[in-house]
């Protein structure tokens, strides 16, 4: 199911009435609820599973938190998780997580502490801690990253590509 966001623009009688007594405004408000799709979740192509794809920043790494944008975490992850997890997050709590490096997949390595976890960001971004997976990694400022969530395992699942060369146009993450 698709989460998004219901607005409350327009005030009920009673609110209108409460909110003349108090001479208080009435505020345009947000929740967050789930819908029924009128087109199927995207699919993940097995040989490129990278749903969410970005440059590490160096503020991703320096702060351990690396910054999602409000489309790909509604579209990609939350449609994924159940409606109180995500509003859970929405209102500022941190969801503890677990993240798989596949960057070497005949050793994968699980990421799982207090540093792991997922949580509302500024400006309608999200936050995903990744602060030992940042620093074992070796993380350095533009270096490319794949995501996704595995509905499976109810885990994160990371990939790191070094940027190609120039003209080079082989990348683990995005393909030929």
Not at 12 to 37: H, Q, W, Y
Not at 50 to 64: L, M
Not at 123 to 141: C, I, V
């Amino acid at each position: 199911m698709k989460k998004t966001y219901y607005y409350t623009f327009i005030e009920t009688n009673a609110e209108e009435d409460a909110a003349k007594s108090n001479g208080a405004i009435f505020p345009a408000d947000r929740v967050l609820v789930e819908i029924r799709d009128l087109h199927p979740a995207p699919v993940k192509d097995p040989m490129n599973p990278w749903q969410i794809k970005k440059a590490a920043t160096s503020a991703d790494i320096i702060t351990g938190k690396l910054m999602l944008m409000h489309n790909d975490v509604f579209e990609y992850i939350f449609r994924h998780w159940s409606l109180e997890m995500c509003r859970c997050v929405v209102a500022g709590h941190k969801v503890y997580a677990v993240i798989w490096d596949l960057t070497d997949e005949s050793s994968p390595i699980r990421y799982n502490s207090e540093n792991i976890y997922f949580k509302n960001g500024p400006q309608d971004t999200f936050l995903l801690g990744w602060m030992d997976l940042a620093r074992k990694a070796n993380m350095n400022t533009g270096d490319e990253i794949g995501l996704y969530w595995d509905n499976r395992s109810g885990t994160f699942q990371f990939k790191e590509s070094m940027v190609p060369a120039e003209g080079n146009q082989e990348n683990p993450i995005y393909g030929k």
